[in-house]
């Protein structure tokens, strides 16, 4: 066994999860390869946040079939939130019987241990932790893909049970990591060279409520101001009901935090909210905003808006477009509600697709227009820009704020920090020179 092929669907956090597939299987000397078809061992590691991200899969996961039947001995193994769903992964292995082994959110962990057994004894295997609050596991090897930026967790899990999401369910209750830990894993990375850190978590505002020391993510933030390197500081998600004024406070006055916040609104009606069980209004979300612009009037706030939840009425979505242009998000994640199983608006009355279709349509041109907008304050302005990549001599990289900016560049300026005007907004991009 030589080679490995890893896909990940979904957020953040899978992409990191992966980090620790891929960390297990190269501790074992598999090399990674860029196509399923010359590999050995091949992961995918699957999202089941909404049904375009599950039939995607499927989609994927079918196609295995072939390879599978040229190349008996290849491993096929399907990780992550789609199996954890209730039932889920007797159905995969019914319909994709070629499916060799399937670890739940918990087990990835096992990996190497079911690669092996499954060479030893030829046998199918499933493991899924389904505890309400499983362990976390630590020391597992990462191997990291997203230089300059080091993914870290800071909790897993979710305690909100917002009435649209299946996270709860497939990730369990809310589990903090040690800080101590967390603070050993970000001097680790910032020693050996990375120049972001994000911190990653389902809820990280309730970072640490779970413990029994009295930590929270404000003290947790505290402890990472006081590390004297210069790097940046991301986190993600934040919760409205939970941001508090103390933490955005910490952030305007520490350089290290990026003036970047994400803050997933969901509706800008209030019967929409309650419905979602998002306990705030769209009073609170408002002032929330204008909190952050009083301490960071330069920040880049960027958000998750949902259409089509059940029974939203023309009013309620009229509430979500007035909330956006009183907002003037940088950018938002824009989708259209999809009923997942099990999760309490899957139950409630659904809306018919052509009124989801003409409003996140008219949702997504307002937004455009108004991330179009601010794009031109960008303009004839300098910024430090971090870079993240590199293609035929142009690289890519991040503004405090969160902003990608284009310009001219070579591999090795991939980490570093460079000072760029911004001369050009095209199509939604930023362009610049070096000053
Ligand atoms: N349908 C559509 N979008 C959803 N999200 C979460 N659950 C669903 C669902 N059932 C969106 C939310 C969340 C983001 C990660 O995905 O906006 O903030
Ligand atoms: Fe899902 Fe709500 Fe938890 Fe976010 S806070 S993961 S939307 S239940």
């Known amino acids: 066994m030589n ?217 947790l933030l505290e402890r990472i101001a006081g590390i004297e390197k210069k790097f940046r500081v991301r986190f993600m998600t934040s919760h409205p009901k939970d941001l508090s004024e103390d933490v955005i406070k910490l952030i305007a006055e520490h350089k290290n935090f990026c003036k970047n916040i994400h803050l997933p609104v969901q509706s800008g009606s209030d019967s929409v909210l309650r419905r979602m069980n998002r306990k705030y209004t769209k009073k609170r979300y408002l ?35 007035d909330l956006v242009e009183r907002v003037r998000f940088q950018n938002a994640f824009t989708f259209v509600y999809s009923p997942r199983k099990g999760t309490p608006a899957a139950a409630m009355e659904q809306l018919p697709p052509e009124v989801k279709k003409a409003r996140i349509t008219e949702l997504v041109a307002r937004q455009n227009a108004i991330s179009d907008e601010i794009s031109r304050d960008y303009l004839a302005r300098e910024y430090e820009i971090l870079v993240e990549d590199e293609l035929d001599g142009v690289v890519a990289g991040r503004t405090d704020s969160g902003r990608l900016v284009r310009f001219p560049g070579e591999k090795s300026d991939i980490g570093k920090f460079i000072n760029v005007l911004v001369t050009k907004n095209k199509a939604s991009s930023l362009y610049g020179e070096r000053v």
């Open 3 to 219: 080679y490995y092929y890893i896909e990940t669907f979904g957020c953040q956090m899978n992409v990191h999860e992966s980090e620790k597939i891929a960390g297990i299987l190269e501790e074992k000397g598999l090399t990674r390869v860029s196509e399923a078809s010359l590999s050995d061992v091949v992961v995918f590691n699957t999202c089941c946040i909404r049904d375009t991200a599950e039939k995607k899969i499927e989609g994927n996961i079918g196609e295995l079939k072939a390879l599978k039947r040229a190349r008996p001995d290849m491993i096929i193994v399907i990780s992550g939130c789609m199996t954890q769903q209730s039932g889920r992964a007797e159905a995969l292995k019914k319909r994709f019987p070629f499916i060799d082994i399937i670890l739940g959110t918990n087990n990835q962990y096992e990996l190497w241990d079911k690669i092996e057994r499954l060479i030893s004894g030829k046998k199918k295997l499933i493991s899924i932790d389904d505890a309400e609050k499983p362990p976390i596991s630590e020391d597992v090897p990462i191997c990291r893909t997203s230089f300059p930026n080091a993914w870290i967790n800071i909790m897993y899990g979710c305690n909100n049970f917002c009435t649209y999401c299946i996270v709860p369910y497939v990730r369990g209750r809310e589990r903090s990591r040690d800080p101590e830990l967390i603070l050993k894993e970000i001097t680790a990375a910032t020693d050996s060279g990375y120049k972001e850190i994000t911190l990653l978590g389902q809820n990280v505002d309730s970072y640490g409520s779970d413990l029994a020391s009295g930590m929270n993510f404000y003290k």
């Open 287 to 321: 002032e929330l905003i204008d909190c952050i612009r009083k301490y960071m009037p330069e920040a880049g706030i960027t958000t998750d808006i949902m259409v089509g939840f059940p029974s939203e009425s023309d009013e309620d979505f009229r509430e979500t477009v």
